[in-house]
């Protein structure tokens, strides 16, 4: 079955608008590897804030990472469009991981995780409680997140973080990779 045009593209990106070098990054919010990738790509994205680079961060959810898809609504429902937003919501959610992570949630119900969803939007931007958790259940907020799902299935994703640069998936890099070894890999491909 085809997948469905979306109302805009997979992702949120930062950095320059006409790349030369472009990363796609998949992560799941619940995931420990995505969460220890994450320091360092952002050390990536102050590396390069003045190359031509760019880097897409597609939110997914894995199988057995039952509380990522809410969470993930949670900063659909949040960042909206705005991708300077989410990439901040989404250290502050990796901040938070343990809490939302599989043990802690084991007993839990899913009324009780959509509250924690809430009240890590309410902390993290001090939004209107009940707006936010209205907005979490929206049609456009479950197409937005939905899409890079779909997407990653596309290109044949199944694990998190998994990379890509310029469309190439045998990146010799990982949620280990220091910005050393990153600098290693794009240092080449910008000069």
Not at 20 to 33: E, G, T
Not at 45 to 55: F, G, S, T, V
Not at 92 to 99: A, D
Not at 104 to 120: G, R, S, Y
Request: net charge negative; glycine share 2%; aromatic share 10%.
């Amino acid at each position: 079955m085809a997948i469905p045009i979306p109302n805009r593209a997979s992702g949120f990106t930062v950095g320059h608008f006409e790349a030369d070098v472009k990363i796609d990054v998949f992560i799941d919010l619940q995931c420990p590897h995505s969460r220890q990738l994450w320091p360092n790509l952002m050390a990536v994205r102050e590396q390069y804030k003045d190359a031509r680079l760019n880097i897409t961060v597609h939110i997914i959810t894995l199988s057995n990472h039952r509380q990522a898809w809410d969470v993930s609504l949670g900063l659909f429902a949040l960042a909206q469009n705005n991708a300077l937003t989410a990439f901040d919501f989404i250290g502050f959610l990796f901040s938070k991981q343990e809490l939302f992570y599989n043990q802690p949630f084991l007993k839990k119900t899913h009324a009780d995780l959509q509250n924690l969803v809430t009240d890590f939007a309410v902390e993290f931007a001090d939004v209107n409680r009940e707006e936010h958790r209205l907005k979490t259940q929206e049609h456009d907020v479950y197409i937005a997140a939905r899409t890079p799902i779909r997407f990653a299935a596309t290109r044949a994703v199944w694990a998190t973080p998994t990379l890509f640069i310029n469309n190439a998936d045998d990146v010799p890099l990982d949620h280990r990779s220091t910005l050393r070894d990153w600098r290693t890999v794009l240092d080449p491909l910008l000069n």
